[in-house]
């Protein structure tokens, strides 16, 4: 199959990731569905060839990474069709590779059903946002939303470390210089550290990984900057607990005295397939009172669940409460509320 077809059919489509892999045939997800493009399977000199039109694509990008490593990341698009991630990879011996559709444009947070009160995190001026929830479940598009609407409403420098970078921001009100890691910049961390030197008003980091990045994120967040990013973790207590316990343990004390005095607010998201077939988001939203301060720095952010529930006055949402309301409305069917609740228990109670 020619590879601009591929691309430009996935795009009209409405598909969400194309999966080229040795044995099986090209593969597009659609809605959360696996539907083969053809009964035509692709053998290992195929999916070498359509690899090799890929990083053609990306122009710059060299194969050798890919080759010597096993793995590679990164972005690349195609005039009048889109914009593509594409993770590279070997598997058995042969070349292989998954693409992500991102199209042309940004993402319009109304259609995405995301939370205005998500939205409205663009007014942190200062401190840690932290976007949350498994591979896939949109972290990333909803910070697109966030750091789109600062872009137009305040004049403003934005710094945007991304691995890779997916959607592109034009310069608006703010200005937005994107930076993507090995292509722009080693790593997360020494481009982190690079950015504190660069003026900025914000920071996006497309994900805390590791120490550095998370201690480096926390010192950016300390000295007056509105820092956002991702971790790969379901619910505000286990964000909190995730990045405590990356420390050593002679440093935790001090760590949750810092986060507690610059994270502002904690979202947690889903995706849950809906009745009609199609995905809906389900969010969790976490605003830093007094309370959950506290909790934080006497590491007791098992009752954050409490606090939650009782500050929806405040902006603040329960994970739960969004997936009863949606099954409640029909949106999704009582099986997938029970399986996607994070007290399973409790939610098949609620819905007998």
């Known amino acids: 199959m020619e590879l601009e077809t591929i691309l430009r059919s996935a795009v009209n489509q409405g598909v969400s990731d194309i999966f080229i892999v040795p044995g099986a045939p090209v593969t597009l997800k659609i809605k959360g569905e696996m539907i083969p493009t053809s009964d035509e ?46 993770n590279a990879f070997k598997q058995r011996g042969s070349l292989a590779a998954v693409l992500r559709v991102v199209v042309f444009g940004l993402p319009d947070p109304v259609e995405l059903n995301i939370p205005q009160q998500v939205i409205d995190l663009y007014k942190v001026r200062r401190g840690m946002v932290l976007v949350t929830g498994p591979a896939g479940s949109g972290k990333s598009t ?9 872009n137009r409403e305040f004049r403003d420098h934005i710094v945007t470390i991304e691995d890779p970078i997916e959607y592109l921001h034009a310069h608006n009100r703010s200005i937005v210089s994107q930076r993507e890691i090995e292509h722009d910049t080693a790593s997360y961390a020494q481009a982190l550290r690079a950015a504190l030197r660069q003026a900025p008003n914000v920071i996006l980091l497309g994900e805390m990984r590791d120490y550095e990045t998370i201690s480096t994120a926390l010192t950016a967040a300390e000295t007056g900057h509105a820092l956002f990013s991702t971790l790969h973790t379901v619910g505000a207590a286990k964000t909190i607990d995730r990045i405590i316990d990356v420390f050593p343990a002679n440093q935790q004390q001090q760590t949750r005295i810092q986060l507690s005095m610059v994270l502002k607010a904690v979202v947690s998201q889903q995706l849950i397939p809906t009745v009609d ?5 389900a969010f969790e939203v976490m605003v830093v009172n007094s309370a959950v301060q506290n909790m ?23 994970m739960d409460g969004e997936i009863y309301r949606m099954c409640r409305e029909g949106r999704i069917s009582k099986e997938n509320a029970i399986l996607y609740s994070l007290n399973a228990e409790q939610m098949r109670k609620r819905l007998m």
Do not use: W
């Open 41 to 86: 399977r692709v053998m290992p000199a195929d999916t070498e060839a359509l690899l090799c039109g890929i990083y053609r694509l990306a122009q710059q990008r060299d194969m050798r990474r890919l080759l010597e490593t096993g793995d590679d990341d990164f972005s690349f698009s195609v005039r009048g069709v889109g914009r593509f991630r594409c």
């Open 142 to 150: 909803t910070l697109v939303c966030i750091i789109d609407r600062i």
């Open 277 to 281: 077939g199609s995905l809906v988001p």
């Open 296 to 318: 934080i720095r006497e590491g007791k952010v098992h009752q954050l669940d409490n606090v939650i529930y009782g500050g929806q006055t405040q902006g603040m949402m329960t």
